[in-house]
């Protein structure tokens, strides 16, 4: 064993779970107080939902308070440039911006005070510490630096006393260059790009498991990483362990990762509030339901985020860790807008991916694309052969049809056999997920 410690922040990680929501709820307190108080956007939407902070007498009353998205996000923002009027801080109180990389228009920024950055980035080290990162290792940052809200975790990193590589998102032949030249312990990528970047080495004729010193890799950014046949696909390419963090480009570059027992994403929860809503009613779901998660701020004062609709679907486990960590684990599935509904049923691209990387015939790449029948939505999967699989495609694909319904209860209209190398490999987030509707 280490001879560190084995929390970050013993006193807060491992708070007993009523003392940690008597915490929680005092910060709330404080926290909407802030929000109603200095920010005119919550002001109006409190008054107009016919509630004020005193409106709060226990947790659960925060499901009396209005939801922000997005949307409103850039509206407030578009209206009262630079930081909209969800802020509770003057302009002058604020360091740092990020700003998300949004698919549709305007990019939405999100402001930190010098105490936030400080908090956030403590946050980050305690992530970083529970998954097993120590001042012994040599750690690479293979995230994007540009107004990325996940590039400045790198001082997290720092902070906990590894030594750190700003990589940033560089070319895959700089970074193998780094990896082998000066043979770091951890890095941080997305899990198609640590798939990506363990074949191109290959490729380059170096044996990522045994060439590299890469022991431990931190993705984010797709539901990969908590796909335990992916973890371990990629496991055994690098020779190394896999954990997933969860970021959100509106309040921490990661909210949660895992632990050590890898069952679950450690929430901040001394930072961050977890509800768990049903998407169509937005009623709060009991503990352990599926459902859209649902965060609020308890102490970023730049901006508070009072019931952020993340637009992620999981669940949430409130029950203490293996590892003696109290704060809730989450569970991510998939995004909300990637989500299908096929005769009823719920089908995400990550149910798709379980299955195809349980089969060893399979590449692991795959591609759904959804489309319109008959008024009704349907969907067909395309999927690469493993180097030198030579089974029949037919067989393959009714196997693969086959896992699928036993997996989800649907079928796929088809099932494509694709030679390997067919698909495109991503370089960053993968799009697995092509919409024809
Ligand atoms: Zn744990």
């Known amino acids: 064993m280490s001879e560190y410690r084995r929390y970050w922040d013993t006193k807060i990680e491992t708070q007993p779970r009523a003392e940690l929501e008597a915490h929680q709820f005092a910060l709330l307190r404080q926290h909407l107080a802030l929000a109603y108080g200095e920010s005119p956007y919550y002001r109006d939407a409190f008054e107009q939902a016919g509630v004020t902070p005193a409106s709060l007498e226990r947790l659960a009353d925060l499901a009396r308070f209005p939801f922000v998205d997005k949307d409103i996000e850039r509206q407030r923002q578009l209206q009262r440039p630079l930081l909209g009027d969800m802020t509770a801080v003057r302009e002058e109180d604020v360091v740092f911006v990020s700003a998300s990389s949004g698919s549709t228009g305007v990019p939405t920024l999100s402001p930190f005070t010098r105490q936030d950055f400080e908090e956030f980035q403590d946050v980050q080290s305690r992530l970083f510490w529970a998954a097993g990162m120590r001042p012994t290792d040599r750690y690479v940052h293979a995230l994007n630096f540009t107004l990325f809200v996940g590039g400045p975790d790198v001082i997290g990193a720092q902070n906990l006393g590894a030594l750190c590589l700003w990589a940033g998102t560089i070319p895959s032949e700089r970074l193998l260059f780094i990896l082998r030249e000066f043979q770091p312990t951890v890095i941080w990528t997305t899990p198609s790009y640590a798939w990506y970047l363990g074949e191109t080495a290959l490729h380059q004729g170096i044996d990522p498991a045994r060439d590299l010193a890469i022991n431990r890799i931190i993705v984010a950014g797709e539901p990969g990483g908590s796909i335990a046949a992916t973890r371990e696909a990629i496991e055994s390419l690098w020779d190394a362990r896999v954990y997933d963090f969860f970021g959100i480009s ?184 092509i919409d024809e509707r």
């Open 250 to 433: 509106d309040i921490f570059g990661a909210c949660a990762g895992m632990c050590e027992e890898r069952d679950g994403l450690h929430l901040a929860e001394d930072h961050i509030l977890v509800e768990v809503i049903d998407p169509a009613t937005l009623a709060p779901l009991p503990e352990g339901e599926r459902g859209e998660i649902v965060f609020t701020t308890l102490r970023k004062t730049a901006r508070p985020m009072i019931r952020f609709r993340t637009g992620d679907i999981g669940t949430v486990d409130k029950t203490p860790c293996a590892c003696g960590r109290t704060h809730a684990r989450i569970q991510i599935t998939g995004r909300r807008d990637d989500m299908l509904i096929v005769s009823g049923v719920n089908v995400f691209p990550s149910d798709i991916e379980y299955v195809v990387r349980n089969l060893p015939e399979l590449s692991g790449e795959y591609r759904i694309t959804a489309y319109t029948e008959d008024f009704t939505t349907r969907f067909r999967v395309e999927v690469e052969r493993a180097l030198g699989n030579t089974d029949p495609a037919e067989g393959l694909a009714e196997l693969v049809e086959h896992r699928i319904k036993a997996r989800i209860g649907v079928r796929p209209r088809a099932v494509a056999v694709l030679e390997h190398g067919a698909l495109p490999r991503a370089t960053h987030k993968a799009k697995r997920l």
